[in-house]
């Protein structure tokens, strides 16, 4: 498998997608000014206790308060607010880990209240980004993310990842850490530090110290709600949990990025750094990789696979549904029974693929095509389970059920990804009422004589939609040709599937386009 990374800069932040063998299955949206994201630490402050519920609301900044729930203090929670007391306390000192004694761990099952009290300051990171209507959900547990690593503050505890098997491996990984780790930290080993030395290991370790130590420091001057660090932004965290072999290329358009990336990438994977590239050109980088027309035929209602099998997909308040149709796909020299198999397998492979790409969380309920036998429906949920392997996400799938109902649980920490496809008609612009049709080219033609004529443009281009490009083009003596004879100019003509039907620019010599 190859994976790429494309990242489009765009004035209000950054879209990302990711393909996998050339088929978009993420695609993320990270605004500029974007707060409360999953992995920012924030100084809060408790607002009120809600026994019945055995859970607080923190102010952290956000309009409507955080939700901690009891099991989300984390077992050292009565370390972080003695760290975090002696940090406000204003002695201005850096607090060293190594000196700092433990306190005792809380009880799993107790109350709220026994813990943490009105008004009370407390450091929270956010686990949960605010959804709809709902703030944000946050833990105490405090925990950063590295490439090889995750350090825990006050833990004092080493876990391997169970995606490493190997016996011997595990005990390798546990020495070097138990070897090179500070006192009060706790270390969850990674699945991608598998067979990596100690010398990568150490460097991960100590940029993780590095931003808990940065805590510290800001701490001692931090008023309630505060942000106090951020997590990478999100093409980093990309690049640092993905990036494998298995990576082909990651394309940026803008410099900044550019040399942001190339940076990271020197710190965790040199060897990857020539596979940085940026695209220079005029056209979108997703316009040039293919990427606008996926998102196209991706979101939506009706998903439709290039076999004719197609997917209906509803969201409501409690769940969402998908529901698979067979269409047009229909092998006559096999039994309903096969059919319905095939079907089903082709679309176990888009719906895993959906619920990456749209990122939907949840209860998700997919209605397959009814099979009688027990071994297609195993078949089935195999062929699902495998396919959602590749998602990063926490989630269960349980088998079909014999009316062909498979329920799948996915964790959802962000909003998920709506990308509207029907856009407001471009000739009426949502009035119902249209100018004549007949006169477009003469609009577009009285526009190219002003600026030929009037402004004296050395040189003009017109970017189209397909449609209408093809239009101005056919035949030997074809629109541009009459043009040329017209005004004496050449008039080069430019295709843009991401264009409405009658939308069209005009661009000057340099490239920078031209209001009309």
């Known amino acids: 498998m190859t994976r790429d990374l494309i990242i489009n800069s765009i004035p209000s932040g950054v879209e990302i997608a990711l393909l996998e063998d050339k088929l978009l299955v993420e695609l993320h949206k990270e605004k500029s000014n974007n707060n409360y994201s999953v992995g920012d630490v924030y100084l809060g402050k408790v607002k009120k206790i809600m026994p019945g519920l055995n859970a607080a609301f923190i102010d952290v900044g956000y309009e409507k308060d955080a939700f901690l729930h009891y099991l989300d203090l984390g077992p050292q929670v009565k370390s972080l607010l003695k760290f975090t007391k002696i940090a406000l306390s204003g002695k201005g000192e850096l607090i060293s880990m190594d000196a700092f004694s433990l306190e005792e761990d809380i009880e799993k099952n107790n109350k709220i209240s026994s813990v943490i009290s009105p008004n009370q300051q407390i450091l929270v990171q956010i686990a949960k980004e605010p959804i709809s209507s709902k703030g944000p959900r946050v833990t105490s547990e405090i925990a950063f993310a590295g490439r090889y690593l995750v350090l825990v503050p006050f833990a004092n505890k080493i876990s391997v990842s169970q995606k490493i098997k190997s016996v011997e491996e595990r005990n390798r990984l546990k ?26 290991l150490d460097a991960d370790l100590k940029n993780l110290v590095a931003k808990w130590e940065s805590v510290s420091k800001k701490l001692m001057a931090a008023k309630p709600p505060q942000k106090i660090v951020s997590e990478l932004d999100k093409t980093n965290v990309i690049l640092r949990d993905l990036l494998n072999e298995s990576f082909n290329s990651i394309t940026v358009n803008d410099t900044l990025i550019f040399e942001d990336i190339h940076q990271y990438l020197q710190q965790i994977a040199p060897d990857k750094v020539n596979i940085l590239k940026i695209n220079k050109s005029r056209t979108p980088v997703f316009e040039v990789v293919g990427i606008d027309k996926q998102i196209k035929s991706s979101f ?54 959906q619920l990456r790409l749209r990122d939907m969380g949840g209860i998700i309920v997919v209605d397959f095509i009814d099979m009688n036998e027990g071994s297609h429906r195993r078949l089935l949920f195999e062929k699902l389970r495998d396919e959602m392997s590749k998602d990063h996400a926490k ?15 996915r964790q959802r920490v962000r909003p ?11 000739v009426c612009d949502g009035s119902g009422e249209i100018k004549p049709s007949i006169i477009f080219i003469d609009e577009v033609e009285n526009n190219i004589r002003y600026l030929i004529q009037e402004q004296n443009e050395k040189q003009l281009t017109i970017s189209f939609h397909p449609f209408i490009y093809s239009y101005l083009t056919k035949g030997i003596i074809s629109a541009r040709v009459k043009w040329y004879f017209k005004f004496h100019k050449w008039i080069r003509l430019k295709s843009m599937a991401s264009f409405h039907f009658l939308e069209y620019h005009f661009y000057n010599q340099a490239g920078d386009e031209i209001k009309m």
């Not at 989630?395 to 649980?409: A, C, M």
């Not at 998920?416 to 856009?423: A, G, Q």
């Open 175 to 200: 020495r070097l850490i138990s070897s090179i780790k500070p006192k009060n930290y706790g270390v969850i080993i990674r699945t991608v530090a598998e067979n990596k030395m100690v010398a990568d």
């Open 416 to 426: 998920e990804m709506n990308v509207e496809i029907l856009e407001k008609c471009p």
């Open 395 to 409: 989630h269960t799938i349980l088998p079909p059920s014999k009316f062909g109902l498979v329920q799948i649980t």
């Open 300 to 353: 939506g209602k009706v998903v439709t696979i290039k076999s004719g099998v197609y997917l209906v997909i509803e969201h409501t308040e409690a769940m969402h549904v998908i529901d698979v149709n067979s269409g047009h796909k229909m092998n006559t020299d096999m039994s309903q029974e096969q059919n319905a198999l095939e079907v089903n397998l082709e679309a176990a492979k888009e719906v895993a693929r």
